[in-house]
């Protein structure tokens, strides 16, 4: 299965938002999309208008860019899994690395929340990726393994069904520096190999994740390993965002 998953992060006024969406919705035909899963992210605001706006039969699913481990309670300024499926949530974003690096996320942190977005029928997809340091030093094979050992750590092999991984050296989210294409497929499958090893299975869509575009993707997407993207900033802008729903469809 493929999936392309557009990341709005924090940007677009609600409005803004909207519009992309509605662009998008036109564009992703039943046809175009083929057998791509489409997912977008938007800022956790414009989740339930964004809900309400996808007509019946869309391409297009929803996830959302964070949630808390627990269904409800004292945690102020959060939102839960059990929420978000209740508001027509088809996926959460979980340990992102903007959410380690400025909000102290841990690898068992993630962890909880990847448990909890299982048990409220979410589809967690789980980001990992090493910073540049560990990529220097040579230990971002094992650094990586060891955050998504540790995020599916709680998980039945049957649960592990439901994830969705995503791959992100730090280096390359943001910063217009990508992975060559051969960097990429060193890492997936040194995950699925370890996952198969240490899991029993290894037939979850992994993804590739930092400054994908249009004039890259078509390298990574063909990678053998790679099934699909995490979007960023492309997933701002509808045409390059429908173009890549293209190429992964063709790859
Ligand atoms: P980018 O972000 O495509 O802007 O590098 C990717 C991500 O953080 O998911």
Redesign the pocket.
């Known amino acids: 299965m493929k999936f392309l998953v557009g990341?709005w992060?924090m940007n677009t006024t609600p409005e803004e938002g909207m519009a992309l969406l509605e662009e998008l919705s036109q564009g992703l035909t039943k046809e175009v999309v083929g057998d791509v899963r489409v997912v977008v992210a938007p800022p956790s605001l414009h989740l339930i208008p964004v809900a309400d706006a996808l007509l019946e039969n869309s391409q297009i699913e929803i996830a959302a860019q964070n949630c808390h481990y627990e269904d409800f309670g004292a945690y102020t300024g959060e939102i839960s899994a059990q929420m978000l499926l209740h508001s027509e949530v088809d996926a959460v974003i979980l340990g992102?690395?903007?959410r380690r690096q400025y909000f102290s996320e841990t690898d068992d942190f993630v962890a909880l929340k990847v448990k909890n977005a299982i048990k409220n029928h979410l589809i967690p997809i789980v980001?990992v990726g090493e910073k540049l340091e560990q990529r220097n030093t040579g230990t971002f094979l094992e650094d990586t393994w060891s955050q998504l050992s540790i995020a599916l750590s709680d998980l039945s092999k049957d649960e592990l069904e439901d994830v969705i991984i995503?791959y992100?050296p730090i280096w390359?989210?943001?910063?217009g520096e990508v992975a060559s294409p051969e960097q990429v497929q060193q890492m997936h499958s040194f995950l699925r190999r370890k996952l198969k090893e240490n899991m029993g299975r290894d037939d979850m869509p992994i993804l590739y994740?930092?400054?994908?575009k249009p004039s890259n993707a078509d390298e990574i997407f063909s990678q053998n390993d790679v099934d699909g993207g995490?979007?960023?900033?492309?997933s701002l802008n509808a045409e390059d965002f429908m173009l890549l729903v293209e190429k992964l469809k063709n790859s």
Do not use: D
């Not at 390359?172 to 910063?175: F, N, P």
């Open positions: 990341n992060k992102h690395s903007e980001c995503a992100e390359a989210i943001g910063t994740g930092g400054s994908c995490l979007i960023g900033g492309a």
